[in-house]
Structures are given as C-alpha cells and as structure tokens.
Nanobody
Framework: QVQLVESGGGLVQPGGSLRLSCAAS????????MGWYRQAPGKQRELVAT???????NYAESVKGRFTISRDNAKNTVYLQMNSLKPEDTAVYYC??????????WGQGTQVTVFS
C-alpha cells in the first residue's frame, strides 16, 4: 500500500512560479515512476511530467522549458517546479506513483490557479 500527499498549490499571477511536492509513504519500491498529471475544468486528466528512479524524465509539450520535475529518492519525494505560469495551467494537479505489475496510486490533488 502506498500513500501520496501533495502540497504547494495555490494562487499565482501569470508569469509567476510555484513548486509542488509529493511525498510517498508505505511500501515503496526502489524501481518506480513518479509524476504529475493535471485536470482542468471540462477536460480529461493529462500527463504533465514523469520521472523514473533511473533518472529519465518525460514532459508534455505544453510545459517543456517552463516546468522541471525532480526527485529525492532518499525522501521518496517528487517535485514539480513551475515557472512562467499561464492561465491555461490552471488545474488540479495529481501526484502519481507506479511500479510494474501493481496498480497505480494517486494523490488527492492540489489546486493551481493562475489569474490574468
């Protein structure tokens, strides 16, 4: 069993920055993928960024050059540094954890709102 707790969401003006954190606890395996997804009003949940325990990262085209995902494996924590935020980044951001052959886990979500 794995639990994910997100923090760092909030209200920011266009061009501003936020950093999201997600701490995983429970039965954590060293080989895993953690990442961030988001869901805006009226839209489906979409991938934002993922990072494997081996160091590979993947980003949605819409956030490349603005967002950076990073990990602290000793703390079982993943971060998302969000810079140059745009109104279209407004969404609920969800932390995700997955390993092969096991169900995926989701955090409860944290709201990010970008006001123009």
């Amino acid at each position: 069993q794995v639990q994910l707790v997100e923090s760092g969401g909030g209200l920011v003006q266009p061009g501003g920055s936020l950093r999201l954190s997600c701490a995983a606890s429970g039965n954590i395996f060293s080989i895993n993928t953690m990442g961030w997804y988001r869901q805006a009003p009226g839209k489906q949940r979409e991938l934002v960024a993922t990072a494997t325990s081996a160091g590979s990262t993947n980003y949605a085209e819409s956030v490349k050059g603005r967002f950076t995902i990073s990990r602290d494996n000793a703390k079982n924590t993943v971060y998302l540094q969000m810079n140059s935020l745009k109104p279209e980044d407004t969404a609920v951001y969800y932390c995700n954890y997955r390993i092969q052959y096991y169900p995926t886990y989701w955090g409860q979500g944290t709201q990010v709102t970008v006001f123009s």
